[in-house]
């Protein structure tokens, strides 16, 4: 049965109004409110020099210490993209009801499911033109993990020349119901060196590994990249980085729905900013 956005968004704020008041009538629970917000343009020089920006904004109610569960969430996200090629996929918004449960408290690792509904902005591009229509909905859920460390910063020396390690590790596993139940996997590895801090201004190098993996063997989809990257943080109290990585890449050749067109290896040079901040975490 399909529902409408409408009537599932009044049935989440019945069901998240039902359970902020009952959490918070027992007194041994403390119910918090948290919001967060993030944002990244990249460079792709492979895509023709394509810019792309995705983003999201996220407010909920997160329930702390619920016996093995470190904090259950109930969130609405906004989440919005676009580029300079006017590729459809990339220009939509999207208005979202989650809901996600973490497990550890120094490890973010979390379970969560989203009702979407999204539409298309702008005008497609006359080489990939939109064939969906203005508007969808669809339904996503899986796994995400989360780990990061930053020793310089953790023992806060104070030479400017710290040569100290970090890394940054993303990794998630998703179903996409509208994307003919496509599972998808992604996974982002940084790991480097401060090489130089001046003040609150840091500079880093890093090596980079991502790889991706669907069940329906979708060529972009199925890949693994490889390379050096600089990053450089302008405000140490600021989640906040401008990068550059050079990358080797490959496809993992699955006989998918579509062909390869451009061969199974390829180099990209990538540089853009990253921006995230958090409150109630």
Not at 142 to 167: H, V
Request: charged letters at 25%; a neutral charge; hydrophobic letters at 35%.
């Amino acid at each position: 049965m399909k529902f409408t956005f409408i009537k599932n968004t009044l049935a989440y704020c019945i069901l998240l109004l039902i359970s902020s008041t009952s959490v918070m009538a027992l007194p041994q629970l403390d119910p918090k409110f948290f919001a967060e917000a993030y944002d990244e343009t990249v460079n792709f020089e492979r895509e023709g020099n394509n810019t792309i920006t995705a983003g999201h904004l996220i407010q909920g109610v997160k329930f702390p210490e619920l016996g093995l569960v470190k904090s259950a969430e109930f969130y609405f996200k906004q989440r919005y993209g676009s580029d300079a090629n006017k590729d459809y996929w990339n220009n939509r918004g999207e208005l979202i009801m989650g809901t996600r449960i973490r497990f550890f408290s120094k490890i973010y690792v979390a379970v969560f499911y989203e009702y979407i509904h999204g539409w298309y902005m702008g005008d497609s591009n006359s080489t990939n033109p939109n064939p969906y229509g203005d508007s969808y909905e669809d339904m996503r859920y899986g796994f995400i993990f989360w780990q990061g460390l930053d020793n310089e910063y953790k023992k806060k020396w104070k030479t400017n020349i710290p040569l100290s390690f970090w890394d940054e590790i993303y990794a998630d596993a998703v179903r996409y119901k509208r994307d003919d139940n496509n599972f998808a996997s992604y996974t982002n590895i940084r790991a480097g060196e401060r090489l130089a801090r001046v003040g609150k201004m840091a500079f880093d190098v890093y090596g980079a590994f991502y790889y991706a993996w669907d069940t329906n063997k979708d060529y972009w989809n199925n890949k693994f990249e490889y390379g050096l990257g600089f990053r450089l943080k302008p405000w140490s109290d600021l989640d906040l980085s401008l990068f550059y990585e050079t990358l080797n890449g490959q496809y993992i050749e699955r006989n998918g729905r579509y062909p390869i067109t451009n061969g199974l290896n390829y180099s990209d040079h990538r540089f853009g900013i990253l921006f995230w901040y958090g409150l109630g975490f």
